[in-house]
């Protein structure tokens, strides 16, 4: 029997981690052993484990060629004087990217929060697109079609959250896929393969096996503005009152 | 009852809406693109053009599986969740043909103090120094093994 | 930018072209239902400008949609708007409500009105002109009184369908503003409804202004009984429209919820010059004051014209305002409540300054060229050369 040769390790381990997800029912259009009814994305985010080194923040902008100043994800930083929950002083220098520098605080309480889109189920966004540029797909991915929107900015408008951006050279609305084109070759996200702490976890809430089932029914976890009812997806552990 | 020729002005406006109207079915037969509707209120193909992107970050999987000795060391360090494009940058390329790109080692100088300097948003419990203090300006790897970074794991140089 | 904004938030996304596009069809609504006060309420006073305020509304409408065309990131892609609507925006379904009230209704009645007009010019005039009206005429040329009278009633129902078309032409400008719940500035049940009312407002006092331009221009008397109405009307739709606005903010001020002290700061800071000088002040206090005058008091001819003037024009002042502290003022603040921005905006840029004052000038061209084909003075109406 001939070795195994390095390039088919290589080719193998990526298929071999990707098969014990999916079942062999594709989608045409997207990799053919993905189907799409069998997943339903969301991300877990831990704010006890963000220590705001915006590698996200960056990897993000390789994976997607995200254009300098705009941002498919970015890093909050907090501080909260005492009881002061309603005002925090809050920053984000050119969103992360480059990290933080050194905070003007030395008391308080201080923490960074990394945010992007809720992919949410009940998107006000989806809702006001003129055209169907913006959708779901079948496993809860909201996502844009460059080819077809017409760069009305309702939905950028409408999003509650402020993770749209107009793209400067496309002049189309653009916004975090989920890395749409890895998860569904089985990948996770570019942010939560950089994360360092695991701060960001890619979750499919129909796989029973996947740990957001178990970490959700033992921690206390809030999603961004829920008095809106958008259904976003992003569950965050350790979210304090004061993030807006 | 209205004479006829009392109202031929109308019934030739009521044809000029009508050829407006078929109009503007025709141009929907031949504009609308042939994949809008297949799952929804948007264009089918745009699943296929978005999933086509290329791939920038290999995944950690694919990094060890050729190179299984820095796998190992760092799995027992306190790295071990740190995969290897956060600190080596997209690898997918290198991945794909291992010979025709040579990664760059990543600049020590800026890479570690992304996460290590200390920052009083940072969580209690996560190593933080204050690098001048801590170092006196020498490069981190001077005492650190990047892939096994604990000092206690025998991994000083 | 001040204080903390998301970091997609701090360049504006609607510019001054937006600000521009319901004015225009503000107005467009605002001149339409002052043509549907004689025609359908029986305000004969105001006839004298009944056609005028049609081609008014028709020349605003044809400009409306320009400002649209040029912010759009990909203007060659609008039709998609009407290939593929999707039914949940508001935005879609403007398209459709813009055809019909175009086509079916302001065209319609246009048309209608001047049939006997548009015969009798494809019969004595020569050239271009002559075949524009021959094509207009669809090729009928009874003007006889049966046919003219079958064209009275179908415009009269038309009218009356026009009434709630252009509620909705502009009432659904309000909606896309006030359905969306991300933003605290816009989203109220309240905003079609002012916008409704300011647009009637807007409207009303443009085509008032129109009328003394054009009867200065053309020497004519102005009809002081007609004059006199209109201003009447816009006194009351005034006073409707002030009452909205001031229980939309007596009730923001009251409930003083998450958004509020975000908003508070930003009108007194950001918005200053254009909602308190501009749009309070000048654009609401003083027109008021003034017709409220002119309706107290009695004034002589002279004195009526002169606060009718500046009535009209310090109105129209204070409505364009009203939309750019919607429009721009909803894009000012964080939605994190946490800071603000600034507008750049820019001049010879395609959404910039200069070609929004273009785009504001346009309409009084065409509507410059819609007189000279279809002349509304009724004291000069041509004399039919045949009948059936």
Redesign the interface.
């Known amino acids: 029997m001939t070795p195994i040769t390095?390039r088919q390790?290589?080719l193998l381990?990526?298929a071999a981690?990707a098969a014990w997800e999916f079942v062999l029912a594709g989608?045409?259009?997207?990799?053919p052993t993905y189907n799409s009814a069998d997943h339903w994305w969301g991300m877990l985010l831990d704010i006890?484990?963000?220590?705001?080194?915006?590698?996200c923040v960056r990897?993000c902008a390789?994976?997607?060629d995200v254009p300098d100043g705009?941002?498919r994800t970015?890093v909050?930083?907090?501080?909260v004087s005492d009881f002061h929950i309603?005002?925090?002083?809050?920053?984000?220098p050119?969103?992360g990217k480059?990290?933080?520098p050194?905070?003007a605080?030395?008391d308080g309480k201080?923490?960074?929060v990394p945010?992007f889109c809720n992919h949410c189920v009940d998107s006000?966004c989806t809702?006001?697109?003129?055209?169907?540029?913006?959708?779901?797909?079948?496993d809860g991915v909201v996502?844009v079609?460059?080819?077809?929107?017409?760069?009305?900015?309702?939905c950028?408008?409408?999003?509650?959250?402020?993770?749209?951006?107009?793209h400067p050279t496309?002049?189309?609305a653009d916004k975090c896929?989920l890395c749409?084109?890895?998860i569904?070759?089985g990948?996770?996200t570019?942010c939560c393969?950089?994360?360092?702490?695991?701060a960001r976890q890619l979750a499919d809430l129909k796989n029973p096996n996947d740990p957001i089932h178990a970490f959700l029914k033992t921690h206390s976890v809030q999603v961004l503005k829920p008095h809106?009812a958008t259904g976003a997806k992003n569950f965050y552990n350790g979210l304090d009152g004061s993030v807006? | 009852m209205i004479p006829l020729k009392d109202i031929s002005h109308l019934l030739r406006m009521a044809v000029v809406f009508l050829l407006g109207l078929a109009l503007f079915l025709l141009l929907r037969s031949s504009f609308i693109p042939k994949s809008f509707g297949r799952y929804g209120h948007f264009r089918g193909d745009a699943l296929g053009e978005i999933t086509a992107r290329p791939i920038a970050y290999a995944g950690h999987q694919t990094c060890e599986g050729c190179h299984p000795e820095e796998a190992d060391t760092k799995s027992k360090g306190v790295h071990a969740h740190v995969n290897c494009e956060a600190c080596h940058g997209p690898l997918a390329k290198h991945a794909e043909d291992p010979a025709s790109i040579t990664p760059q080692l990543p600049d020590v100088a800026q890479l570690c103090v992304r996460c290590h300097s200390e920052n009083i948003a940072k969580p209690q419990g996560f190593p933080q120094v204050n690098a001048k203090e801590h170092s006196g300006g020498q490069l981190c790897d001077t005492c650190h093994q990047p892939h096994s970074p604990g000092l206690s794991q025998g991994a000083r140089k | 930018m001040e204080g903390f904004m998301y970091p997609n938030e701090v360049e504006l996304q609607w510019s001054v072209l937006i600000v521009l596009y319901p004015f225009l069809t503000g107005l467009v609504a605002g001149a339409f239902i002052l043509a549907s006060l004689e025609r359908i309420f029986r305000v004969e006073e105001v006839k004298p400008t009944y056609r005028l305020a049609l081609l008014t509304a028709l020349a605003f409408l044809i400009v409306a949609p320009m400002p649209l065309q040029l912010h759009l990131g990909h203007p060659e892609r609008s039709l998609e708007m009407y290939l593929t609507p999707h039914r949940s925006s508001a935005m879609a379904m403007f398209g459709f409500v813009y055809l019909w009230y175009l086509m079916a209704v302001l065209l319609m009645e246009i048309w209608l009105d001047y049939r006997k007009d548009i015969v009798v010019f494809s019969q004595t005039t020569t050239g271009l002109k002559r075949f524009f009206y021959r094509v207009l005429t669809l090729g009928s040329n009874n003007i006889s009184a049966g046919s003219l009278h079958v064209d009275d009633r179908v415009g009269w129902v038309i009218t009356l369908i026009g009434i709630p078309s252009a509620f909705m032409l502009h009432g659904y400008v309000g909606f896309i503003f006030g359905s969306v719940k991300a933003n605290p500035w816009w989203s109220t049940p309240l905003m079609p409804v002012v916008f409704l009312f300011s647009a009637m407002v807007s409207g009303i006092a443009l085509v008032m202004l129109v009328y003394m331009v054009t009867c200065a221009l053309r020497k004519v008397a102005i009809d002081m009984r007609c004059l006199d109405t209109i201003a009447k009307y816009l006194f009351y739709t005034f006073v409707i429209d002030f009452t909205l606005e001031m229980l939309d903010l007596i009730h923001r001020i009251y409930e003083a919820d998450e958004s509020f002290r975000s908003l508070d700061f930003m009108v007194h800071t950001r918005l200053f010059v254009s909602q308190i000088v501009l749009q309070i002040l000048l654009g609401t206090a003083t027109p008021l004051v003034l017709l409220a005058a002119t309706q107290l008091v009695r004034l002589s001819v002279a004195v009526r014209k002169r606060l009718y003037a500046i009535a009209g024009f310090s109105t129209l002042i204070g409505i364009l305002a009203m939309r750019w502290n919607v429009v721009i003022g909803g894009q000012l603040f964080s939605k994190s409540f946490l800071g603000y921005t600034t507008y750049k905006m820019g001049f010879v840029t395609r959404e910039g300054l200069g070609p929004a004052i273009l785009l504001t000038l346009l309409p009084f061209v065409i509507l410059y060229i819609l007189i000279k084909l279809f002349p509304p003075w009724y004291e000069e109406l041509p004399s039919p050369t045949s009948g059936d």
Do not use: M
């Open positions: 390095r390790v290589l381990l990526p981690a989608t045409p259009e997207t990799a006890t484990k963000c220590i705001g080194c915006g590698n990897a390789k994976e997607n705009y941002f970015w909050e930083r907090y501080h309603e005002s925090p002083l809050v920053d984000s050119d969103g480059e990290g933080f050194p905070s605080f030395t201080n923490f960074f945010k006000p809702q006001v697109c003129p055209v169907g540029a913006t959708f779901h797909t079948a996502l079609d460059q080819n077809y929107c017409v760069g009305c900015r309702y950028i408008q409408a999003c509650p959250y402020g993770c749209r951006y107009f496309k002049h189309v896929t749409y084109h890895r569904v070759k990948l996770t570019a393969e950089n994360c360092p702490t695991g809106l807006r």
